[in-house]
């Protein structure tokens, strides 16, 4: 069982950065792999990125590759998104999510955090 809890969120101007942290509960959180997902007013949630279990594999959508990075600190129980050059469309809730094998496959994640929210002012 693993418990995660966003933070990081906030109100930015777009062109501005912002690093999101999700802390885990238990002693297994080296074990898992996982994931950032975003969900936008009105829009299904998507994913944005994902690291492995020892955070030598990473995997990004299209639409943020460049801009984020998605790190983890197992000695710490936490996963990083660092996000750069922020956008208007970046604007969402922001979730983390926990998985045995690294995919960006929501259906997949059997852990979510409760989110943290991101506004990106035009």
């Known amino acids: 069982q693993v418990q995660l809890v966003e933070s990081g969120g906030g109100l930015v101007q777009a062109g501005d950065s912002l690093r999101l942290s999700c802390a885990a509960s238990g002693r297994t959180f080296s074990t898992y792999a996982m994931a950032w997902f975003r969900q936008a007013p009105g829009k299904e949630r998507e994913f944005v990125a994902a690291?492995?279990?020892?955070?030598?594999?990473?995997f990004y959508a299209a639409s943020v590759k460049g801009r984020f990075t998605i790190s983890r600190d197992n000695a710490k129980n936490t996963v990083y998104l660092e996000m750069n050059s922020l956008k208007f469309e970046d604007t969402a809730d922001y979730y983390c999510?926990?998985?045995?094998?690294?995919?960006?496959?929501?259906?997949?994640?059997?852990?979510w955090g409760q989110g943290t929210q991101v506004t990106v002012s035009s």
């Open positions: 690291i492995s279990w020892s955070g030598g594999s990473t």
């Open positions: 999510a926990a998985t045995t094998i690294v995919t960006n496959k929501e259906y997949e994640y059997d852990y």
